[in-house]
């Protein structure tokens, strides 16, 4: 049964401290995506790759965050330092290629205080 | 955030109704998506659509590719308590180098 799988699924931090969440792809997909949910703003993306490289990270806070693929069964989304307002579920999502359908993570909870 | 309008935003129906919710985009599409998330839980997608026109169907779920290639809807047929949730339709243009457009998503509530 292949899926994406996230770690940790809950993560209580201080302000100030770093982030790391990691994301295994589903086998065989090429695109890796991560997304932030919260109530107000709902899914935006921050960054996403296409066989590791960057494609867009538009949507991330350049100086607190940081996504890499160190290779291709695993990407990684940093917080340094980590704020309040990072409190959010964050998730990753992969596909097959561009054009195609993404999968989801059960994603990560994070909460900063 | 959104770039996609998603109505209605909750539906509180009886189990066995049916239900009906649509996304209209102010682009034209080349994909439509819909997801379901359960509390806790990822999205997970439901249906794919990749052409105008396009009716598709999963179990008790169909959804349709806009023939304006601006809009999709999803229906769902003789609601069960399961299928409490938040919908989430997603769509894609063309030139977007794969990147998905969320609508705020659909509350589904069924009572018994």
């Known amino acids: 049964d292949a899926r994406v799988t996230q770690t940790p699924r809950h993560k209580v931090t201080e302000m100030g401290q770093e982030v790391t969440m990691r994301c295994q792809p589903i086998l065989g997909h090429n695109t890796v995506f991560w997304y932030r949910q919260t109530m107000m703003q709902g899914l935006e993306l921050l960054a996403y790759?296409?066989?590791?490289?960057?494609?867009?990270d538009s949507g991330m806070p350049k100086d607190r965050f940081s996504a890499e693929m160190p290779d291709a069964t695993l990407a990684t989304l940093k917080i340094q330092p980590s704020e309040p307002r990072d409190s959010a579920v964050y998730f990753c999502?992969?596909?097959?290629?561009?054009?195609?359908?993404?999968?989801f993570g059960p994603g990560t909870r994070l909460t900063v205080t | 955030g959104q770039q996609l309008n998603q109505s209605p935003q909750s539906m509180f129906i009886q189990e066995g109704e049916d239900v009906s919710m649509n996304c209209t985009s102010s682009s034209i599409f080349n994909t439509w998506l819909w997801y379901k998330q359960e509390p806790g839980e990822g999205p997970v997608l439901l249906i794919a659509l990749y052409k105008a026109g396009e009716l598709t169907s999963n179990g008790r779920l169909t959804a349709q590719f806009g023939i304006t290639r601006k809009d999709s809807f999803l229906n769902i047929s003789a609601s069960i308590p399961s299928d409490v949730g938040i919908y989430f339709c997603?769509?894609?243009?063309?030139?977007?180098?794969?990147?998905?457009?969320f609508g705020a998503g659909t509350q589904v509530v069924v009572t018994p």
């Open positions: 997603a769509g894609r243009e063309t030139d977007s180098w794969g990147k998905l457009q």
């Open positions: 790759f296409r066989n590791r490289a960057p494609l867009d």
């Open positions: 999502a992969s596909g097959l290629s561009v054009g195609y359908e993404q999968y």
